[in-house]
């Protein structure tokens, strides 16, 4: 509830019990207020304060107004223990009574204005601070206070009108400048705000970062020129700024001159003043922006040597370096450079795998099974790594092996077409093996998530057929593979004798005859094929 809201009901419910207590408290001592027993009470009150004793300090200054029901003293200590105690809409009450006995008295009335503000009530806490301010012009707090509730009711034009007071006090401060360029900023009002700024720079000639503030506006506000002849002066003061080059980065791209950006992002990251987070992710900016472009390769090429040149001890020069390698399919320079970030830092993901992928393309199975074996070290729940020392495995004829690390392997793959690429692979290795039973059942999983697998459908109808099983299965799966690649010799090789199994001999006959003509070699498997079709023709 708001806490204007909650200290009006409680006003509202407390008045009737307030005004009785003071009409009784005026009436018993109407005419006769005992200060001696007022101010000894004070004392207990005080001194039970400074015992932290916060239920005696209560009942002590209540004590002292019941013998002077005027004594703002007592109203102001009692405001402090009420909140203490947690009686907010009581201490609120008694420091409204105490500011009303005794306007003149400053403390008062700045409690009085710190209630105003916790409630939220700022047109009373400005009215107040208005009137405080005036009386004390030199009480800086006061005037900071003022300002900042201007500032929270955007009363923007009187929070200037008080900055200026106040830089008039203490001085040039970077906190008010930055509030007023602030104000300027949401009034719109560009005019002032490049004055200030330029005020800024005149005042402090040798300071890089209002300069920099200056280029900023400059620039959003499409004075190119002087943002430009900014921008340098900021490089002329500080060389080695750590955001110039990034600062001009922007210039360049906002006006199209992304040759002169690059070169920018070029000096960013060799800049040894700017941390290697924000390098990372401007590099990561400029990539996305770029991706597609003719350029975007080289350009990683250059990043990848310069992150190198500046920070040696770091992994992502050699990542980045490995990554233009393997799109430009130079899988030798890929390795070595996948190498070194692992060197650095063993447990790279990216550099794991694409080491492997790069040792793949190189036909190094032995590398390829040892470094995803390796790589399952720190990662074991990735199928990625399982995946390839399973088909590692299998190329250099340790199926044993290679079925073991592909059933693991598919237990951590949530996605269906992985676990398709998994399951195919294993249907063939049990196949291999001779175990139909478990190829089949391999097959079937392979097919209920991916039901458009031509290479299974093929395999799995010709394996039917092979056996004399299930041939009206094997005919749909078959009759699906050569719809999605109609020239495919091998599966028009397996659709022929299926179709040969079933006894529709001249239907066979018409796709052998096809699967042949497409043949680029002579297969001995297609004749033989071939041969058994038309001696059933000629039967």
Same mark, same amino acid.
């Given at each position: 509830?708001?806490?204007?809201?909650?200290?009006?009901?409680?006003?509202?419910?407390?008045?009737?019990?307030?005004?009785?207590?003071?009409?009784?408290?005026?009436?018993?001592?109407?005419?006769?207020?005992?200060?001696?027993?007022?101010?000894?009470?004070?004392?207990?009150?005080?001194?039970?304060?400074?015992?932290?004793?916060?239920?005696?300090?209560?009942?002590?200054?209540?004590?002292?107004?019941?013998?002077?029901?005027?004594?703002?003293?007592?109203?102001?200590?009692?405001?402090?223990?009420?909140?203490?105690?947690?009686?907010?809409?009581?201490?609120?009450?008694?420091?409204?009574?105490?500011?009303?006995?005794?306007?003149?008295?400053?403390?008062?009335?700045?409690?009085?204005?710190?209630?105003?503000?916790?409630?939220?009530?700022?047109?009373?806490?400005?009215?107040?601070?208005?009137?405080?301010?005036?009386?004390?012009?030199?009480?800086?707090?006061?005037?900071?206070?003022?300002?900042?509730?201007?500032?929270?009711?955007?009363?923007?034009?009187?929070?200037?009108?008080?900055?200026?007071?106040?830089?008039?006090?203490?001085?040039?401060?970077?906190?008010?400048?930055?509030?007023?360029?602030?104000?300027?900023?949401?009034?719109?009002?560009?005019?002032?705000?490049?004055?200030?700024?330029?005020?800024?720079?005149?005042?402090?000639?040798?300071?890089?970062?209002?300069?920099?503030?200056?280029?900023?506006?400059?620039?959003?506000?499409?004075?190119?020129?002087?943002?430009?002849?900014?921008?340098?002066?900021?490089?002329?003061?500080?060389?080695?700024?750590?955001?110039?080059?990034?600062?001009?980065?922007?210039?360049?791209?906002?006006?199209?001159?992304?040759?002169?950006?690059?070169?920018?992002?070029?000096?960013?990251?060799?800049?040894?003043?700017?941390?290697?987070?924000?390098?990372?992710?401007?590099?990561?900016?400029?990539?996305?922006?770029?991706?597609?472009?003719?350029?975007?390769?080289?350009?990683?090429?250059?990043?990848?040597?310069?992150?190198?040149?500046?920070?040696?001890?770091?992994?992502?020069?050699?990542?980045?370096?490995?990554?233009?390698? $393997?799109?430009?399919? #130079?899988?030798? @320079?890929?390795? !070595?450079?996948?190498? /070194? =970030?692992? &060197?650095?830092?063993?447990?790279?993901?990216?550099?794991?795998?694409?080491?492997?992928?790069?040792?793949?393309?190189?036909?190094?199975?032995?590398?390829?099974?040892?470094?995803?074996?390796?790589?399952?070290?720190?990662?074991?729940?990735?199928?990625?790594?399982?995946?390839?020392?399973?088909?590692?495995?299998?190329?250099?004829?340790?199926?044993?092996?290679?079925?073991?690390?592909?059933?693991?392997?598919?237990?951590?793959?949530?996605?269906?077409?992985?676990?398709?690429?998994?399951?195919?692979?294993?249907?063939?290795?049990?196949?291999?093996?001779?175990?139909?039973?478990?190829?089949?059942?391999?097959?079937?999983?392979?097919?209920?998530?991916?039901?458009?697998?031509?290479?299974?459908?093929?395999?799995?109808?010709?394996?039917?057929? $092979?056996?004399?099983? #299930?041939?009206? @299965?094997?005919? !749909?799966?078959?009759? /699906? =593979?050569? &719809?999605?690649?109609?020239?495919?010799?091998?599966?028009?090789?397996?659709?022929?004798?299926?179709?040969?199994?079933?006894?529709?001999?001249?239907?066979?006959?018409?796709?052998?005859?096809?699967?042949?003509?497409?043949?680029?070699?002579?297969?001995?498997?297609?004749?033989?094929?071939?041969?058994?079709?038309?001696?059933?023709?000629?039967?």
């Amino acid at each position: 509830m708001n806490m204007k809201i909650k200290a009006l009901i409680l006003f509202l419910m407390l008045g009737g019990t307030m005004c009785g207590i003071a009409q009784t408290m005026e009436s018993e001592f109407a005419g006769r207020p005992d200060k001696k027993k007022n101010a000894t009470y004070f004392s207990n009150g005080l001194q039970s304060k400074y015992r932290d004793d916060t239920e005696g300090t209560i009942r002590n200054f209540e004590q002292a107004l019941r013998y002077m029901p005027d004594d703002a003293a007592s109203m102001f200590e009692l405001s402090e223990q009420y909140v203490n105690a947690g009686r907010t809409e009581e201490a609120f009450k008694m420091i409204q009574k105490a500011a009303q006995l005794d306007p003149e008295n400053k403390w008062y009335q700045m409690r009085l204005g710190r209630f105003y503000r916790n409630l939220e009530q700022y047109d009373d806490f400005t009215k107040l601070y208005e009137g405080l301010t005036a009386k004390y012009p030199d009480d800086i707090d006061m005037l900071s206070d003022l300002i900042d509730a201007y500032l929270i009711t955007e009363k923007y034009d009187k929070a200037l009108e008080k900055m200026d007071v106040l830089e008039k006090q203490i001085g040039r401060n970077e906190l008010i400048t930055e509030q007023k360029l602030n104000i300027y900023k949401r009034q719109g009002n560009t005019k002032k705000l490049l004055a200030e700024l330029e005020q800024l720079t005149k005042e402090n000639p040798d300071n890089p970062r209002y300069y920099s503030m200056l280029a900023k506006e400059y620039s959003d506000n499409g004075k190119d020129k002087e943002a430009l002849k900014t921008f340098e002066k900021v490089k002329e003061l500080s060389p080695n700024d750590p955001y110039i080059n990034i600062s001009l980065l922007e210039y360049y791209e906002k006006n199209g001159d992304n040759e002169k950006a690059f070169n920018e992002l070029l000096a960013a990251i060799r800049n040894k003043n700017l941390d290697l987070a924000t390098k990372t992710n401007i590099y990561d900016y400029w990539m996305q922006k770029n991706e597609g472009s003719k350029q975007v390769n080289e350009q990683a090429r250059q990043c990848g040597e310069a992150f190198i040149e500046a920070h040696p001890d770091s992994k992502l020069g050699h990542l980045i370096l490995g990554s233009y390698y $393997l799109v430009k399919e #130079d899988a030798p @320079k890929s390795k !070595e450079q996948y190498q /070194k =970030a692992l &060197a650095i830092d063993s447990t790279d993901f990216y550099g794991w795998q694409n080491l492997i992928i790069s040792e793949s393309r190189l036909n190094e199975n032995e590398n390829v099974r040892d470094h995803a074996i390796a790589a399952l070290k720190y990662y074991p729940m990735q199928p990625v790594f399982y995946w390839y020392a399973g088909v590692a495995n299998a190329v250099l004829k340790n199926n044993d092996d290679a079925i073991t690390y592909l059933e693991k392997g598919r237990r951590y793959t949530s996605d269906k077409l992985q676990m398709a690429n998994f399951d195919a692979f294993l249907g063939d290795l049990y196949h291999e093996q001779g175990d139909e039973e478990k190829a089949f059942d391999a097959y079937e999983r392979t097919l209920r998530n991916d039901p458009n697998n031509v290479l299974v459908l093929n395999n799995y109808a010709y394996y039917l057929a $092979l056996k004399n099983q #299930d041939l009206d @299965k094997a005919l !749909e799966m078959s009759t /699906k =593979a050569i &719809a999605a690649e109609p020239d495919n010799p091998t599966y028009l090789d397996t659709h022929a004798w299926v179709l040969y199994m079933k006894g529709d001999y001249k239907e066979a006959e018409k796709h052998m005859k096809k699967a042949l003509k497409l043949l680029k070699e002579p297969d001995e498997t297609y004749t033989k094929h071939y041969e058994a079709i038309i001696n059933k023709l000629k039967n």
